[in-house]
Nanobody
Framework: QVQLVESGGGLVQPGGSLRLSCAAS????????MGWYRQAPGKQRELVAA???????NYADSVKGRFTISRDNAKRTVYLQMNSLKPEDTAVYYC???????????????WGQGTQVTVSS
């Protein structure tokens, strides 16, 4: 059994910052790609940022230069530092981690429960 627990969302004014965290726990052998997605009301879920086990990163164009994704493998945690936040960043943010519970198993994607980020004055 694997669980992802997110934290760090909240209400912030435009131009402010937030840091999201997502920690995995349970029966984990290895973690590959970690990522953050977001879903605004009435819109599809979209990729915000991702980081591989080799620490290669990928960002949505809309957040480049403002958001930074990082990971701590020992803590099985992925972070999303969000700076210069805009009202259009308002959404529920979800983390996703690709995990295997044993070396012979196939990679499986696990999702966090989601955390609300609201950018408003």
């Amino acid at each position: 059994q694997v669980q992802l627990v997110e934290s760090g969302g909240g209400l912030v004014q435009p131009g402010g910052s937030l840091r999201l965290s997502c920690a995995a726990s349970g029966n984990i052998f290895s973690i590959n790609v970690m990522g953050w997605y977001r879903q605004a009301p009435g819109k599809q879920r979209e990729l915000v940022a991702a980081i591989t086990s080799g620490r290669l990163t990928n960002y949505a164009d809309s957040v480049k230069g403002r958001f930074t994704i990082s990971r701590d493998n020992a803590k099985r945690t992925v972070y999303l530092q969000m700076n210069s936040l805009k009202p259009e960043d308002t959404a529920v943010y979800y983390c996703k981690q690709e995990i295997i519970s044993a070396s012979w198993q196939a990679w499986r994607s696990y999702w966090g429960q989601g955390t609300q980020v609201t950018v408003s004055s």
